[in-house]
Nanobody
Framework: QVQLVESGGGLVQAGGSLRLSCAAS????????IGWFRQAPGKDREFVAA????????YYADSVKGRFTISRDNAKNTVYLQMNSLKSEDTVVYSC??????????????????WGRGTQVTVSS
């Protein structure tokens, strides 16, 4: 059974940093990508970043490019999202997900078949 568990959310001041973790288990991840999405109340999930497990190739939404960095630790089966220069509009629930893609990744949540429960990030101005 695939499990994804996020951690690392919390309260931070604008301009600060947080590192989110997504611990994965139950699947051989070599052929998969893991993505981070975020969702504000009443809105659709928004793609943030994704990483190919085997190659480490990373992909970012324009809104976070240059501020967020996604990485993975193969030995720990964990993906990280380093978030710097946080803004008040980054205040939402962040979730990680895994899916199988022949190439690259997907920026649509429909492409992912397993999800974590999410972690709240709150940026105070």
């Amino acid at each position: 059974q695939v499990q994804l568990v996020e951690s690392g959310g919390g309260l931070v001041q604008a301009g600060g940093s947080l590192r989110l973790s997504c611990a994965a288990s139950g699947r051989t991840f070599s052929t998969y990508a893991i993505g981070w999405f975020r969702q504000a109340p009443g809105k659709d999930r928004e793609f943030v970043a994704a990483i190919r497990w085997s190659s480490g190739n990373a992909y970012y939404a324009d809104s976070v490019k240059g501020r967020f960095t996604i990485s993975r630790d193969n030995a720990k089966n964990t993906v990280y999202l380093q978030m710097n220069s946080l803004k008040s509009e980054d205040t939402v629930v962040y979730s990680c997900a895994t899916g199988s893609f022949t190439f690259g990744y997907s920026d649509s949540p429909r492409g992912y078949d397993y999800w974590g429960r999410g972690t709240q990030v709150t940026v105070s101005s």
